[in-house]
């Protein structure tokens, strides 16, 4: 089972429309919601039925999924560095601007002291992480002038990246190279702006990205050494911390990574 391009990312929502104006204010193009195909309710282990609203960010997309069947809403007291954390980076030209909208709406932050300027050894790029208004983590991320040639224009672009933390970077980097991912330049951060950023003390995490063959959006594998963050529970479809990484792939299924983050594979 090969991963050869993200074609979506999907959530999880108790409460779609307010879910919807939300990411509607930040700058998606929000959809009409439509019923779930029944092949992907049976992939998924539900019963009942389910409905979804298909957003799009630039070339990205992001499905709202509500199920008949609810799951447990978003694990409260949540850190960056718990397993369960994974977020999606959209990329803007203007990270404080973008922060000040999502605020407006709903957004409640993560870090410390809105959007930090990480060190050149890091990107040197400018981020905020934040949740929506139902506990999904989320990043706007700004890179510095001509840094990043995937990533040309205004606004609010796209989506770079899923970050997601593991217990083992080892594991998990044999996990996403067996399915086809090559791994690019890893960092390791920490630091003032780093600890703001993800509103802890004392951060030492390894930054691990994995790119498919057509990218972006890509993987970035986060291995937190401090401080160490608490397991992940085995998560159902319906929870709403089950996001699902949707990839266009040689096999149709339903599979989890060494620490139980969902993925989804299309044909």
């Avoid at 409460?15 to 930040?26: N, Q, S, V």
Wanted: hydrophobic share 40%; charged share 20%.
């Amino acid at each position: 089972m090969i991963f050869q391009a993200i074609t979506a990312f999907r959530l999880v929502t108790a409460d779609p429309a307010r879910l919807a104006h939300f990411y509607r204010a930040i700058g998606f193009d929000v959809g009409e919601a439509a019923t779930i195909p029944a092949a992907d309710m049976k992939l998924l282990g539900l019963s009942g039925a389910g409905s979804r609203i298909a957003m799009s960010l630039g070339r990205s997309r992001v499905d709202l999924e509500r199920f008949d069947q609810p799951g447990h809403p978003y694990p409260r007291d949540t850190t960056t560095c718990d397993l369960v954390f994974q977020h999606l980076a959209l990329v803007t030209d203007d990270a404080e601007a973008a922060w000040r909208r999502a605020r407006e709406v709903g957004a409640t932050p993560i870090g410390r002291e809105g959007p930090v300027t990480l060190p050149k050894s890091a990107g040197g790029v400018t981020a905020v992480k934040f949740r929506d208004p139902e506990g999904h983590p989320l990043e706007f991320l700004q890179f510095p002038p001509g840094a990043n040639p995937n990533w040309k224009g205004a606004g609010m672009m796209g989506i770079d990246h899923s970050a997601i933390s593991v217990s083992d970077v080892a594991a998990s980097r044999r996990f996403y190279a067996r399915h086809g991912l090559s791994e690019a330049n890893a960092t390791v951060n920490r630091g003032p702006a780093q600890d703001a950023l993800d509103g802890l003390d004392g951060v030492e995490v390894a930054v691990v990205p994995m790119n498919p063959t057509d990218n972006p959006p890509h993987i970035e594998m986060l291995g937190y050494r401090l401080p160490v963050g608490r397991a992940l529970h085995r998560l159902s479809a319906n929870d709403l911390a089950a996001t699902r990484i949707v990839w266009r792939s040689n096999a149709e299924a339903l599979i989890r990574d060494p620490d139980g983050h969902l993925h989804q594979l299309s044909r």
